[in-house]
């Protein structure tokens, strides 16, 4: 760690010497833009201060009673979120679906040590056979496919939640995880499961309770269980890659559960090897009686009769296009949460002009189930419930947008790559320099009411704005290698001289003398390091890959407490003596003020260490056990965004503010309190908004704002997404949001196609009906609806 510290006193020192420069170009009338520099140094110090510190974490590693405390806590907070979205996605509601798995009779998809074992049976609705069944596979790896539908995700639920509830203290943690962003080019299958655990659970990311290396640690004990969730849901070309990572870098003998189709199972296999010491599981078709008696049982007993007159027709055509789609599992929980509620007749699916074929039946169930949701919520609560044509709208929006980035999983702090504002990096220069414009709008007619200002100065105080454009450019164009911290410390000062640039010229009306080359010199390094002070402690300007995580409080505070009052102490010393110096500079011809400039540079100095001591603790701060809503989520993101913008306006004009009043003031705290005042009203929205574009609440509020709007989205998307989430539309997916099937995702778009060319004559073309056919809540079914078939969810996953 001494290296950092020399690179801190050697950055203050050059800082120090362009200070010295710029006095020796301008002498004494360059003073004030000297001034400025200098108290940057101090603020500079701080800074670098608290990065000299940090050095390496604490912990090189996790002890036992960590690693211990990690798997509890985390098995504690995979169960309560599982229990609570397997309630949402209805699984037991009245009771699983009765799905049969057995071992896989494709022997080119089993490992070649492997025998398949004809004994292995288990019932989905059954917790115990689950857990006996995994517990009693080679090595407890398994292999689940299936076709689309067929329940996969639904096993994987409910395996993770039957161990979870006959775990034993020393039992290893099943964690479910969705394949789609794993990217073997990128990370191998160990850290990438490292950091989704990481990220999918915050909590665990508290480095003074749970350690630095308890993830790892568990990994290398083989005291987690991960379930990867969708091999088909990563891109067909990247599949055999997975695969391959799967057997190449994990240990072959360490549990997991992998689940994918099985055509998307058999296409990697042929390019890689199965995967390696694992059980293959399938289900057997779901029989028809079954499902039907399993979706009774969630029927109003006064539509019993309903449902036995689509018994008994099938049973005297059990060959029926609605006979065949039962058989899926999908399809039944489909036709359950459609015609269960009772306000469907179930008998309608009997028709065979309305549904001459299966894929008729399936894309009738995928089309009304929004509208037959939301009319049934409407109607169980007038007051709050959403327009279901709205809602649909909404939901379409999402499913578009989802496939034009080509995933599965919403994410809030991901909506801003949808819109061109905000991922052009001109066009979001243009946002944010208008986002800052309005702040100067807002802030500077104050320093004409409350300062005396003239009204002249507040165009030419807005102009400082300009500072955003250049460092906004370049944050955008940051290399992907700024991975150590010489790089992004260099690459920092790079992006904040060019902001004092850009803003030198509305600074140097503002400079006495009359040397304008000299001001610009001046006013470009003053604001340059003032800037830099801001991007060390934010960050550059640009949107983050992901959210901050948990909300300031006083947890590990002492621990905390003496870190935080060194930052204060070193700051408030440094700065003490740097003011001293420079007033004994100063006024070396006349009264010595010595002890004063020591009381006042140990004032500012204290209020700045406060100010870096107060980032330091909004930053890091860490999830609490019970957060696990994702409006809690992005509260947090917010709160975190708003207290950093004002710490770093604070930290952006307060060296300047300190050095202006030992320079035309008397030098007491109260003189300190106006100028900083009026250096926040004059431009300390520069320094908030540099530290809210470092976060992702503000770019979500943008593209919300823009997509609510044109009616694209609803401007209380949270709550419309809860909802969703709550009538089974939507599932959660740890931090994010997916659609309850891929299925589902991919018909919306084309269903409003249909809706649309059931107006025209040419949808209807080149088959017998001649018009299109509505199901009673008014959803055509048009002749392109039923010519897709399966192959709408094909082409989703080949995105």
């Known amino acids: 760690m001494r290296w950092r510290w020399m690179v801190a006193w050697l950055l203050c020192t050059v800082a120090t010497g362009v200070l010295m420069c710029v006095w020796g170009l301008g002498g004494l009338d360059q003073v004030s833009a000297a001034a400025s520099v200098f108290g940057t140094v101090v603020g500079l110090l701080g800074v670098l201060a608290v990065w000299a510190w940090q050095g390496k974490p604490r912990h090189s590693s996790s002890d036992t009673g960590q690693i211990t405390e990690t798997a509890q806590t985390l098995a504690r907070v995979v169960r309560r979120r599982w229990e609570d979205e397997a309630i949402l996605r209805q699984l037991f509601e009245p009771a699983p679906l009765p799905v049969i798995w057995t071992c896989c009779r494709r022997w080119e998809l089993t490992d070649r040590t492997m025998r398949p074992d004809s004994a292995i049976l288990c019932h989905a609705d059954a917790p115990d056979e689950l857990v006996e069944t995994f517990k009693r596979t080679t090595r407890q790896r398994v292999v689940v496919l299936g076709p689309g539908g067929s329940g996969k995700t639904t096993f994987a639920v409910l395996l993770v939640l039957a161990l979870l509830r006959t775990r034993n203290t020393d039992d290893p943690v099943p964690v479910l995880c969705p394949l789609s962003s794993f990217d073997p080019s990128r990370e191998t299958a160990r850290d990438w499961l490292q950091r989704r655990v990481t990220e999918d659970y915050p909590v665990l990311s508290d480095v003074q309770r749970y350690g630095t290396s ?171 419930g959403w327009n279901a044509e709205k809602a649909r709208r909404y939901l379409t929006f999402l499913a578009q947008g989802l496939s034009r980035q080509g995933t599965f999983d919403f994410a809030w702090w991901k909506l801003h790559t949808w819109s061109s504002a905000l991922t052009n990096p001109w066009r979001r220069v243009a946002t944010w320099l208008a986002i800052t414009l309005v702040g100067h709008l807002v802030t500077n007619p104050f320093l004409v009411l409350f300062f005396g200002a003239s009204w002249e100065t507040v165009p030419m105080c807005m102009a400082q704005a300009a500072a955003v454009v250049p460092m906004f450019l370049l944050s955008s164009r940051a290399p992907v290698a700024l991975t150590t911290i010489g790089h992004r410390t260099g690459f920092s000062a790079l992006v904040a001289l060019s902001g004092g640039l850009a803003v030198s010229p509305a600074a140097v009306p503002f400079l006495p003398g009359a040397n304008v080359a000299h001001k610009v010199l001046g006013a470009t390094v003053s604001i340059g390091l003032c800037l830099w002070l801001v991007v060390l402690a934010a960050g550059l300007p640009a949107p983050p890959e992901r959210p901050n995580r948990g909300c300031p409080g ?85 709160l975190l965004a708003l207290l950093g913008g004002g710490a770093c306006a604070l930290l952006f004009v307060l060296p300047d503010a300190g ?29 908030f908004v540099l530290a809210l574009a470092t976060c992702a609440w503000p ?35 740890n931090s994010t949001y997916q659609f309850r099937h891929a299925r589902l995702q991919s018909r919306l778009p084309k269903a409003l196609s249909c809706r649309s060319h059931a107006l025209l004559p040419t949808c209807q073309a080149h088959i017998p009906i001649q018009q299109p056919h509505c199901d009673p809540s008014g959803v055509p079914t048009c002749a392109a609806s039923r010519r897709e078939g399966h192959r709408s969810e094909t082409k989703m996953r080949d995105m």
């Open 554 to 638: 006083i947890a590990q505070w002492s621990r905390r407490l003496p870190r935080a009052l060194g930052i204060v102490a070193s700051v408030a010393v440094s700065s003490s003596l740097f003011f001293a110096s420079y007033t004994a500079y100063l006024h070396r011809d006349g009264e010595p003020r010595f002890l004063a400039s020591l009381r006042d540079g140990l004032v500012i100095g204290a209020v700045l260490g406060i100010g870096l001591a107060f980032f330091r603790w909004i930053r890091s701060a860490s999830a609490a056990d019970d957060q696990e809503s994702l409006e809690e989520t992005l509260r947090a993101d917010r």
């Open 214 to 384: 308890s993830i790892v640690e568990l990994l290398t004990e083989h005291r987690l269980v991960p379930v990867f969730d969708g091999l088909d849901e990563v891109p067909e070309a990247r599949q055999s890659e997975v695969l391959a990572a799967l057997n190449n870098t994990l240990p072959t003998n360490a549990p997991l559960v992998l689940t994918c189709r099985t055509d998307d199972y058999a296409r990697a296999v042929q390019e890689a090897t199965p995967l390696a010491n694992a059980t293959v599981l399938e289900p057997a078709p779901l029989h028809v009686g079954e499902a039907l008696a399993a979706i009774r049982l969630a029927a109003p007993t006064q539509r019993r009769p309903e449902w036995d007159a689509l018994a008994a027709h099938l049973s005297q055509t059990p060959d029926s296009p609605v006979g065949h789609v039962l058989t899926s599992p999908l399809m039944a929980t489909m036709a359950r949460s459609v015609y269960a509620g009772g306000d469907r007749d179930p008998t309608e699916l009997t028709d065979l002009r309305r549904f001459p074929t299966l894929p008729a039946v399936e894309h009738h169930l995928l089309d009304v189930l929004i509208p037959t949701l939301y009319a049934r919520s409407q109607r169980q609560f007038p007051a709050g």
């Open 659 to 687: 050095v202006r009043t030992s320079i035309w003031f008397a030098n007491t705290v109260t003189d300190l309190a106006i100028v900083t005042a009026f250096r926040l009203l004059d431009n300390g929205v520069i320094g």
């Open 699 to 733: 770019y979500y509020v943008i593209a919300r704002f823009q997509f609510a709007a044109r009616g694209q989205l609803p401007w209380r998307l949270q709550a419309f997404l809860a909802d969703a989430h709550r009538l089974g539309i939507l599932r959660r997916v």
